[in-house]
């Protein structure tokens, strides 16, 4: 009987959990790049940040949203794709405005020339847009004509978890180069991401996809 009078309190109480564990699954990937974004913003310096990284995160996410079409998996992880999307875009706003604001003279660049040699280094804001409007129409124009195949679908979860393994590889080769880490936040390093997608990784398991489940240690380490 004193149980069942707990019920009151518990109930709510174990919803209000759910909804906090959901919004730190959701934001809590984004978190490390609120400071790096400020400190961008406040300096006008974004050679400390490798856009590549948002390059990353984007195509990952991008294909993890395809990848829900064919193998569902819980809701918070599907915005937490939408809500990382959405910051790496700002990101590149950001960080276009200010390096074309440094680099007087310089021919300009668009996403139009198809260069090679000047891949995700265009002029505009809107370069990046088209190429990920372009990305993403045709990833998912082949995902919907190969949704029915199990072995497309788990490749496509497995390229998203292996191309967010490579998340840190693009801000260490900028580092090399540079033999600097002047204008990066630690945060973006990233302590915080391997602990927001560990659950990403076991509910998509939990889903039935054996690929997510494979690149976890990898992704945590790097």
Known sequence: MEAEGLDWLLVPLHQLVSWGAAGAMVFGGVVPYIPQYRDIRRTQNAEGFSAYVCLVLLVANILRILFWFG???ESPLLWQSVVMILTMLLML????????????GVKR??????DPHYFWHWSSFADYVQCVLAFTGIAG?????SIDSALFVETLGFLAVLTEAMLGVPQL??????????????????????VAQEPKV???HRSGSVSEFSLSSLQTHL
């Open 202 to 204: 076991g509910c998509l």
């Open 141 to 145: 124009y082949i995902t919907y004509l």
């Open 109 to 114: 660049r668009f996403f139009a020339d198809f």
């Open 173 to 194: 080769y900028r580092n090399h180069r540079h033999q600097s880490t002047e204008g990066m936040r630690m945060g973006t390093g990233h302590p915080l991401i391997p």
């Open 93 to 104: 706003k950001l960080c276009t405005e200010v390096r074309v604001a440094s680099e007087l």
């Open 71 to 73: 193998r569902r998996f």
